[in-house]
Antibody
Framework: QVQLQESGPGLVKPSQTLSLTCTVS??????????WNWIRQHPGRGLEWIGY???????YYNPSLKSRLTISLDTSKNQFSLKLSSVTAADTAVYYC?????????????WGQGTLVTVSS | DIQMTQSPSSLSASVGDRVTITCRAS??????LNWYQQKPGKAPKLLIY???SLQSGVPSRFSGSGSGTDFTLTISSLQPEDFASYYC?????????FGQGTKLEIK
């Protein structure tokens, strides 16, 4: 059973960089075919896809966040990470990591529990 | 970006009711449409993928249909544990986008 767990600071100051890590257990992050995603949910609102990194290390970012975003893979630790720079209060959200496979059944089948990040001075 | 619009935004129903939630895409997405259930304080849970395929472990009272731009999620007989928010999501083109959600409440 694959499990994902987010970790990182719950409070970030405006203009700083938000950094989160997702640790994957129950399967290798570098096994073929999977995309490793970040998704966020603003308080009381809907879901926004942030970006993914493919098992081979190739990232793809939501154009709305691309200029501030870096997603990377650490296969030695079975983790992938998110860095979002120059944050503002609008980046306050619950951040989820999730897995998808792509192809005809492309969907987010495993999710982390989510971590709330608040941007405030 | 493909816009996903769900209706209704909220819905009140009773245990045992049959409920249908609709999702409309701003352009054709073939059958690249997924449905998720989210309970307060929890991560979304995949219910239906590829418009009509039931995710393993999901009760058969959940079903999905549609193709192109119009899709539905149906719960055949509401159970107490089904009161939650539901989201559709398209995986046809990047960036992935979600509907705004439908909150299903007890009448």
């Amino acid at each position: 059973q694959v499990q994902l767990q987010e970790s990182g600071p719950g409070l970030v100051k405006p203009s700083q960089t938000l950094s989160l890590t997702c640790t994957v257990s129950g399967g290798s992050i570098s096994s073929g075919g999977y995309y490793w995603n970040w998704i966020r949910q603003h308080p009381g609102r809907g879901l926004e896809w942030i970006g993914y990194i493919y098992y081979s290390g190739s990232p793809y970012y939501n154009p709305s966040l691309k200029s501030r975003l870096t997603i990377s893979l650490d296969t030695s630790k079975n983790q992938f990470s998110l860095k979002l720079s120059s944050v503002t209060a609008a980046d306050t959200a619950v951040y989820y990591c999730a897995r998808n496979m792509g192809g005809s059944s492309d969907s987010f089948d495993y999710w982390g529990q989510g971590t709330l990040v608040t941007v405030s001075s | 970006d493909i816009q996903m619009t769900q209706s209704p935004s909220s819905l009140s129903a009773s245990v045992g009711d049959r409920v249908t939630i609709t999702c409309r895409a701003s352009q054709s997405i073939s059958r690249y449409l997924n449905w998720y259930q989210q309970k307060p304080g929890k991560a979304p849970k995949l219910l239906i993928y590829a418009a009509s395929s039931l995710q393993s472990g999901v009760p058969s009272r959940f079903s999905g249909s549609g193709s192109g731009t119009d899709f539905t999620l149906t719960i055949s007989s509401l159970q107490p544990e089904d009161f939650a928010s539901y989201y559709c999501q398209q995986s046809y083109s990047m960036p992935y986008t979600f509907g705004q959600g439908t909150k299903l409440e007890i009448k």
